[in-house]
Structures are given as C-alpha cells and as structure tokens.
C-alpha cells in the first residue's frame, strides 16, 4: 500500500509536493473506507481535482517516473523534466520519495538526482519503526559506495555480497542501486538484503498506472467461462444495453480481413517460440487491435484457435462487435480487469482521468462496485478526475479529497480538501464549482477587436 509520495523540482511541481494516505483523526465517518497497520490508519482511496493544466497528470507521472527508473533506468526525456519555470531550476535537485506498506512492514525509499544531467545524487531506503523511529537500510551520496545500516544484522557471506554490490556502485551516478541489487543477484529470500526485492516488487507489482489512452484489461477474464459469467453480470449492473458477452471463433478468412498480415504472423511467431521452449503445453495470447479484442490460442498439435467477443443488446437478432460500441462502453470494459482482479491484497491503482467517455452515474456506479469488491482487501485506488458529482461525502470522505492548483508563478500546489471545515452535509460538487476550494478554470474576457475589455 501507498502510505505517501513526494516530490519537489519535478514539471509543474516546484516546491515540495506531497500526497499523504494517513487518514485525519478528526474525521470519524466512513471508517470503512480505512484500514489499519501497526495501529496505522491508512485510506483506501484518493480522488485529485483540478483545473486543465493545473498539474493533476504531473502527480500521477511522479509515481509513473519512480516506477520506470526503479524498473528501466532513467528516461532520456528526463532532462526537460524538472520545473522549467525558472532557470535556475535546471541545477537544482529533484527529490522523489515513497512510503509504503509491503508484506505488513513499513519502509520509505527515494532518491534524488539533477534532472538536466541524468545523474543520481543520492539514493535512501529506511524501515519505519513504531513510535516514529526508523532504521537505515542503506544509503548512499554521489561519487560513494552505498553504505549499509549499522543495525541490519547479516551473515558474513550476505555483507561480503553486499559490498561487492555497493563497491560497484561507487562511481555510477546513471543507475539506482536499488535497481542493481535486483539484477540477477543471488539473494535468498531468508536473506536480510531480501528487502531490496519487497521494496522493488512494490514497483515492479504493487504499484499498476494508467494514461487516459491505456487499455487496463486483463483479456483472459472474457476467453474462460467462469469469469465470462461474472463478467456477464457486471456489464448488466452498468445499464449499457448489452444483455450478454459471448465468445466465437473467428475463420482465417474472417482474421486476414481484420489483422495486417504482419501482425498476425508475429503473433503466430511468438506462440510458436513459447512452444518451442517446452514449458507450455499450450499457449494462449491476447491482443487488443482497432478496438477489438482478439484471443489466439495453440495446443500441443499446433492447431491454432482464434476467438473474439461479441455483444448481445436485449432482444435484438443481430450480435454486435466490440469496435461498434461507444467509446463510453469500450472505456468500461478496459477498467473492467480492477473490478474481476479481487484476489491481489496489496495494489495500488493509480489511474489518470478515470472517468474519461464514463457517463457520470457510470463512474460514480464503478467506483462504488470498486470499494464494495475490495471491501476487505488492502487495496487503494488513486485518480484525477474533472468530474465533480462524484465529490460526495458518501462515496469520499474529505481526507480523500485533494485539488492541485497553478499559482502566479504557473507553479502547482497540491493540498487536501480536509483543510477546509465543511458539515457532513454541505454539498461539496456545488461548493467546488462555486470556487470555495480554488483548483477550477479561472476565464478571462475575450474579443475579437483589439485592446476592448
């Protein structure tokens, strides 16, 4: 789980930028919209308004930049990234830092570097303890070895391991050490410096993201009969029209008129590849193309089945396909996988405009099937959103609420809406819209004759 995230020098975000999931003691509604760890209490959900423009997509790219350089490195476009306002800020650190709940224990992780350089000027992990205490893991400053924690108690074998690892590091400022303790090192997972792979596996697992344009399905839910049947019941929840969502084979024929060839025999290629292996007895990939969803399958005597979804709305004779249903429709199935997906524990969605082409019933109705599906699972989902009829004290409560806003010096500020006193039954949508929280569109006037007011 995401316990806080912080950022300073990062696109719009100049001074510090932070995003906490500690829930206010003040608030006593909707405890179920909590959960506790070691007697800390942690919210389940956060939704962040603002204006276009305002920063709300930089919030969700600083948790998007931690993943990719944790996972990949860092990015060449890294060097436009820090808050380009002001030209100093091109010399200046970037500071990215994350709290978070892995396995029942408690740890921070961040790093810093000069984003204009692509180089690493320090890099940290601690486990925090009960009390407010926290103990070192490692830490480590530009142009020095990482340093391990005087109280991490390992083997001779794992410390001589370890400087290995850090003596390494010494003169790298292009690569995290976190990232390097998990490249093919011999770990065991009895061994202390297992917690390089928990904290890792949080990116790498817990932490999913997702862009207006990304497709969040897992297709494997609409190809097995089980999970067809509960799939069949949530879309009737939404009130689409479709009555039914079925699968059938697709000919040759009927494949070569919708896929390039290319395409195709590059699917055809890597099922083949992973058959080579000998590890599967049969394989099965999916693909999402032009607005369809297509399923090619291969058994032990290479015959290959090609499936697809086709929809049913009420009693009409005719099946329908996927490409012509509304974007609104396709938009739902895409999120479609963080409802079915009920057995993780520890995810983090993180979703940017989750209500993009979602009628706003649509979208207050998902994230409440969201809340009642993972009701007992510690799973949290993070969004930005323009949509102000989900800003309900039933469905939020105000420590869940945040607006990001540009100042005067086009700088965003991120703050929650628990700063503000509001009664439990003030009607929060119109108080937003009315300005009382700032973090809307601000017009100006406009002519076409030059220089009228």
């Not at 179920?32 to 962040?48: D, F, G, Q």
């Not at 929809?311 to 895409?334: I, M, P, Q, W, Y």
């Not at 993180?350 to 109705?365: A, F, G, M, N, Q």
Request: aromatic share 12%; proline share 2%; net charge negative.
């Amino acid at each position: 789980m995401l316990v806080k995230v912080t950022a300073e020098n990062f696109k719009s975000f100049e001074e510090t930028a932070e995003l906490t999931m500690v829930s206010s003691a003040k608030i006593r509604k909707n405890n179920e919209h909590k959960v506790t760890i070691k007697r800390v209490n942690l919210l389940k959900s956060a939704v962040v308004y603002g204006a276009n423009a305002s920063g709300k997509s930089n919030l969700v790219e600083i948790l998007r930049f931690m993943k990719y350089c944790v996972l990949k490195g860092i990015p060449l476009e890294a060097k436009q990234m820090y808050c380009r306002n002001k030209e100093e800020n091109a010399g200046k650190e970037s500071v990215f830092e994350v709290q978070i709940v892995k396995h029942n224990k408690f740890y921070a992780y961040g790093f810093s570097m000069i984003l204009s350089q692509r180089t690493i000027t320090g890099e940290w992990a601690y486990e925090l303890l009960p009390g407010g205490d926290a103990q070192m893991i490692f830490e480590r400053e530009a142009g020095q070895p990482p340093q391990l924690g005087d109280k991490i108690n390992i083997s001779a074998a794992d410390r001589t391991k370890f400087q290995i690892y850090a003596d390494d590091m010494t003169d790298n400022r292009n690569s995290l050490f976190l990232s390097e303790m998990n490249r093919n090192k011999n770990i065991s997972e009895h061994s202390k410096l297992a917690v390089f792979r928990r904290i890792f596996e949080w990116f790498s697992n817990d932490l999913v993201i997702y862009s207006p344009n990304t497709p969040i399905t897992n297709f494997e839910y609409y190809y097995d009969a089980d999970s067809l049947e509960i799939v069949n019941r949530l879309v009737e929840s939404f009130d689409t029209g479709i009555s039914e969502v079925r699968i059938d084979k697709l000919s040759m024929e009927d494949i070569s008129s919708k896929l390039p060839k290319e395409i195709f025999m590059d699917i055809v290629e890597e099922i083949k590849e992973k058959m080579a292996t000998g590890k599967h007895k049969g394989v099965k990939i999916s693909l999402k193309y032009n607005k369809d969803f297509y399923n090619f399958s291969m058994d032990d005597q290479q015959d290959l089945e090609i499936t697809t979804i086709f929809l049913k709305h009420g009693n009409s004779v005719a099946d329908f396909g996927f490409s012509e249903e509304s974007d609104g429709t396709r938009r739902l199935f895409d999120l479609m996988d963080m409802l079915l997906k009920t057995d993780d524990d520890e995810t983090v969605y993180v979703i940017d405009e989750l209500e993009r082409s979602l009628h706003p019933k649509l979208t207050y109705h998902f994230i409440e099937l969201f809340k009642k599906l993972h009701e007992k699972k510690n799973v949290q989902l993070i969004f930005t959103t323009h949509e102000p009829t989900i800003m309900d004290q039933e469905l939020f409560r105000r420590d869940e609420i945040w607006f990001v806003e540009r100042n005067a010096d086009n700088c965003s500020h991120l703050y929650s809406l628990d700063q503000y006193k509001e009664r439990y039954d003030k009607k929060l949508s119109k108080a937003y819209l009315e300005g009382r929280y700032g973090a809307i569109p601000v017009f100006k006037s406009f002519s076409f004759a030059k220089g009228e007011e």
